[in-house]
């Protein structure tokens, strides 16, 4: 199988969720909560940073109040543009502000699987395996989460299992969310470094990023802290994701979540800084609203894409790359709701030119893998690229001098130009165009029966530009290492 280059959105339309002074409002007050009210820290070493740079510090609840020089000064030495490497340097990925790649979703922990159908609990063969499927599509810019767990592993180093089956299973840029202590962190950019060629070399290309959720409202993990402080002293990419909750763990309004919101990506933005200066790092986002009648996630809603929108242009004020959650439907099955979800949490953003989607490929609110849905995804991911690139107006797309040749009563199907020009347009995978009849006499097949094709295919066909030779066993040494030396520290 032949896999396309990646194809990220350039989007030329763009929309505005909120104005000007909405956003200075926005900032004015994260800036009162960081310095009133403070954020949660609890790391010692986090602790350290934030009191050696002038910051009031409660050891006692771990709240540390910032005040807004030390904001702003954070801001100045953090970089606006950098890019994301990858094992393959065609798949680079420049975060330059003009770009939208979309990433799988993550951190699931069952697959409908493929040939039975029914869920069951995931293991790490699905990583290598949902690695494969999203370096194969051209949508997929990174692989992100990974997308489900690897539950057949020992837990205190499943980390690291997961970061070598997605290298195993993609030439693409991976980012990991469950990187969530230091000792972890150090063994994962040991790992990265054997594939480059050594930690110099990881600095000047790091293929893999670092994602880390925040504790909303107010508050950080310590274990996600001390994991990003390493990265950011390798120079890898790192981010926090915020995902407050309207009436739960963020205001019922959407301005107050968007405060939380702020805040939450901020003060983790503050604390690199402090400790590397100039260190990459990026705001991430999932804020959503609580569901009324469960008081669950919801998964999809006007209020998802209102925020996501709305936080794009907060982060486009600080000069920061953005990484959103989108798609990430709350759906059980590759239904009607999945497509309404998916399709508007993606427009929203895309809008707005956020840098980095992630959420491809899984139901039920990120707990599912569906290699169904994955595909059906890229197609809705398909379909808003072309949307928001807009309409281009120039001398050979007015096409007058082809209009006046064919005249009244004429076609255009055998013109020059008509060839020349044909495939710009959109046209499906998944998508049923088919003939009424002939779509009958078919069975009705839907996009369900024809991804499950497609995908059925990749994973039979593609295999990722493989590791150098030993680098597999190389990772293996080192994760029975690292398991060895974290049951003797009692981690």
């Keep these: 199988m032949k896999k396309q280059p990646i194809k990220p959105i350039k989007p030329k339309l763009r929309l505005e969720f909120l104005s000007k002074e909405d956003i200075l409002r926005i900032h004015e007050a994260a800036l009162k909560v960081m310095q009133e009210t403070g954020v949660r820290f609890p790391s010692s070493k986090a602790l350290d940073i934030f009191e050696a740079n002038g910051c009031e510090v409660n050891r006692e609840t771990q709240v540390v109040k910032i005040p807004p020089s030390v904001v702003e000064r954070a801001l100045k030495t953090a970089p606006s543009t950098y890019t994301l490497a990858a094992r393959d340097p065609a798949n680079d990925l420049p975060l330059d502000g003009e770009h939208c790649y979309l990433s799988t979703d993550g951190c699931g922990v069952e697959v409908y699987d493929f040939e039975t159908g029914e869920k069951r609990l995931s293991t790490k063969q699905d990583i290598y395996d949902s690695a494969r499927v999203a370096d194969y599509l051209d949508a997929i810019a990174f692989y992100w989460g990974p997308m489900v767990s690897a539950q057949d592993v020992d837990a205190s180093v499943r980390p690291l299992h997961e970061l070598q089956a ?14 969530i202590s230091e000792e972890i962190a150090e063994y994962c950019v040991e790992m990265a470094a054997m594939i480059v060629g050594g930690k110099d070399k990881l600095r000047e290309r790091p293929i893999f990023s670092v994602m880390q959720c925040a504790m909303d409202p107010l508050g950080h993990d310590g274990g996600a802290l001390e994991a990003s402080l390493v990265a950011a002293r390798y120079g890898i990419p790192t981010g926090f994701m915020p995902m407050p909750m309207s009436c739960a763990t963020a205001p019922a309004t959407l301005a107050g979540n968007l405060v939380v919101t702020t805040v939450d990506a901020l003060s983790a933005l503050v604390l690199i800084q402090l400790a590397e200066p100039g260190a990459p790092v990026f705001f991430a986002a999932a804020p959503t609203a609580i569901d009324l009648r469960t008081g669950g996630y919801t ?29 990430a439907t709350g759906a059980k099955l590759p239904d009607w709701q999945a497509a309404v979800d998916n399709v508007m949490s993606t427009m929203a953003p895309v809008l707005t030119c956020t840098d980095m989607l992630t959420g491809a490929g899984l139901l039920a609110g990120s707990k599912v893998l569906s290699y169904q849905q994955l595909v059906m995804d890229c197609e809705i991911y398909s379909i808003v690229k072309k949307t928001v690139e807009g309409i281009e107006v120039n001398d050979e797309t007015l096409a007058v001098s082809v209009i006046q040749k064919v005249g009244p009563g004429g076609n255009y199907l055998a013109e020059r130009h008509t060839l020349n020009h044909m495939r710009g347009l959109w046209r499906p995978t998944v998508v049923d165009r088919t003939p009424y ?55």
């Design 166 to 179: 997605a290298f195993m299973g993609t030439s693409k840029h991976v980012q990991p969310e469950t990187i």
């Design 299 to 327: 998964g999809g809603g006007p209020e998802d894409y209102l925020l996501g929108g709305a936080f794009n242009q907060i982060c486009d004020f600080y000069g920061i790359p953005l990484s959103m959650g989108t798609m």
């Design 437 to 491: 009849m002939e779509w009958e006499e078919a069975g009705r097949p839907g996009a369900f029966e024809k991804a499950t094709e497609i995908a059925r295919d990749i994973l039979a066909n593609h295999q990722p530009e493989p590791l150098e030779e030993g680098l597999v066993e190389e990772m293996d040494r080192l994760i029975k290492s690292a398991q060895k030396e974290l049951e003797n520290k009692g981690v």
